[in-house]
């Protein structure tokens, strides 16, 4: 389960977490028997510093930095929850996926968060999306993407009613549809999450496109219920 920036953050404020929300979050995490991987975004925390940097070779610490401040904020939360989340940096996927498992292993929740990963002769971010996408190979049940609104709308949030299920094919051309129709600042976010979750359905891994800046529709996700927008296979 992925939890945005946009849900932990205050995005128009600079390195303003949500904290009250996020400890609310990690409550609903108490008790859970299952295996749970979480994510986290950027925000602005990320977000904020990576704008600010002139390259990511440059600004690479300043923007980790801020990311660490993100994660230590989340690390608390968890301590005070008396959740064993255990963070780990992303660019361990660059190698493999065995490190996550092993934490799992262990009876705890790992956590990974958008980063500046290696890439070519210089960095790059691999965003929580990405996480998401890079983990669905362990055979995972569903993944969720928790967002700030309640699943994805025909045109943009709040226009209407968000879809209740859709296909990967209906994902991809509504991704293409929204990515064509709008200015990217908008909906660059949504399509390539739509892309991405077609990419996780179409290997048989059921996705949900959720609101968990209500910790309610966390607790649904985690019960296995139908929250947001649902994208699966259907054969
Ligand atoms: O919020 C981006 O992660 P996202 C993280 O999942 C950074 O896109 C470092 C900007």
Avoid at 190 to 201: D, M, N, P, Q, S
Wanted: proline content about 4%; overall charge neutral; hydrophobic content about 40%.
């Amino acid at each position: 389960m992925k939890l945005g920036g946009s849900v932990i953050t205050d995005k128009r404020r600079p390195r303003t977490a949500r904290e009250g929300l996020i400890r609310e979050l990690m409550q609903r995490l108490v008790g859970w028997e299952g295996r749970l991987i979480l994510v986290h975004g950027g925000g602005s925390f990320g977000h904020y510093e990576a704008r600010r940097v002139g390259s990511l070779e440059e600004g690479v610490t300043r923007v980790r930095e801020a990311m660490h401040e993100l994660v230590g904020v989340m690390e608390r939360a968890a301590v005070e929850a008396g959740v064993r989340v255990y963070a780990l940096p992303p660019a361990v996927l660059l190698r493999s996926v065995n490190v996550v498992v092993e934490v799992l292993e262990r009876g705890c929740v790992p956590m990974l968060y958008g980063d500046v990963v290696p890439a070519g002769d210089g960095f790059r971010i691999m965003s929580g999306d990405e996480i998401l996408e890079r983990l669905a190979v362990l055979r995972v049940d569903r993944v969720g993407f928790g967002m700030d609104v309640d699943g994805v709308y025909p045109e943009r949030p709040g226009v209407g009613e968000p879809f209740k299920e859709l296909t990967p094919g209906e994902a991809r051309a509504l991704a293409e549809r929204l990515e064509g129709a709008a200015g990217v600042d908008v909906t660059g976010g949504i399509a390539e999450k739509l892309r991405r979750a077609a990419r996780i359905a179409e290997a048989g891994v059921e996705v949900l496109l959720f609101d968990a800046s209500d910790p309610d529709n966390v607790d649904r996700f985690l019960r296995g219920e139908r929250v947001g927008t649902r994208v699966v296979r259907r054969d």
